[in-house]
């Protein structure tokens, strides 16, 4: 009777260091893809905060009376960067509302204030977004969209003549009316736009002013 051939010592150990060559490849590669999911996330959630920011600023200067990038932001600091941009708003009844979009460049943070006056002490509302690489707030003039060397120029604009016009809302020297235009840009992981918001009061060159004339009075 012959008896069963077992393993030897050198046998098992060279199994086992294929099994754990296996095993170590096979983690890698749950590694390798667990971080191209969590980077696909991050992707797709800084894309539609982007697109969210997009489409407020759209909606909210619409209705705005002046948008322009102030000074000091709402904390106080220097805004020479323009790190934040403002809107001001007033509602039905005529009563004036700040809001401001302020980035953390540090923290990667852009953040939605309201506040009542300037100088006064900001409320945050709404959330805060994370994920934003990069952020840029400028006003430009209204004439510059038709000067192919100023920011803000567009080629639709190119032949036409365009005046500036502003006007004092009477809140300081940065919160006037008109047309200036504000560049707002916006980055993060996957995505990467500028936009151009003007203000809902912004008056146009297509502007009509129709004179009325009283209708004469009946004669009895």
Same mark, same amino acid.
């Given at each position: 009777m012959q008896r069963a051939r077992g393993f030897s010592l050198v046998e098992?150990?060279?199994a086992a260091g294929c099994a754990l060559l296996v095993l170590v490849g096979l983690a890698q590669l749950a590694t390798v893809w667990m971080g191209s999911a969590a980077r696909a996330d991050r992707?797709?959630?800084?894309?539609?905060?982007?697109d969210q920011f997009l489409e407020r600023w759209s909606r909210e200067s619409a209705g705005a009376w002046s948008i322009f990038v102030p000074s000091n932001d709402v904390l106080g600091r220097a805004n020479a960067d323009?790190?934040?941009? %403002?809107l001001y708003t007033q509602d039905s009844l005529g009563r004036g509302a700040f809001t401001a979009y302020r980035y953390d460049a540090a923290a990667q943070t852009l953040t939605r204030y309201v506040y009542a006056a300037p100088g006064s002490a900001p409320n945050i509302d709404g959330d805060v977004a994370h994920g934003i690489t990069a952020f840029a707030a400028r006003s430009v003039r209204a004439a510059s969209v038709a000067q192919p060397t100023a920011p803000g120029f567009d080629p639709l604009f190119a032949a036409d003549t365009i005046?500036?016009?502003?006007? %004092?809302?009477?809140?300081g020297a940065t919160v006037t009316g008109g047309n200036a235009l504000l560049l707002a840009h916006i980055s993060a992981d996957g995505a990467d736009d500028t936009v151009a918001l003007a203000?809902?009061?912004?008056?146009?060159?297509?502007?009509v002013v129709i004179p009325y004339t009283p209708a004469p009075t009946p004669t009895p």
């Open positions: 098992v150990l060279v992707r797709v959630q800084a894309v539609a905060a982007v323009g790190h934040e941009f %403002d005046t500036d016009v502003s006007y %004092d809302l009477g809140l203000s809902g009061t912004a008056p146009t060159q297509i502007t």
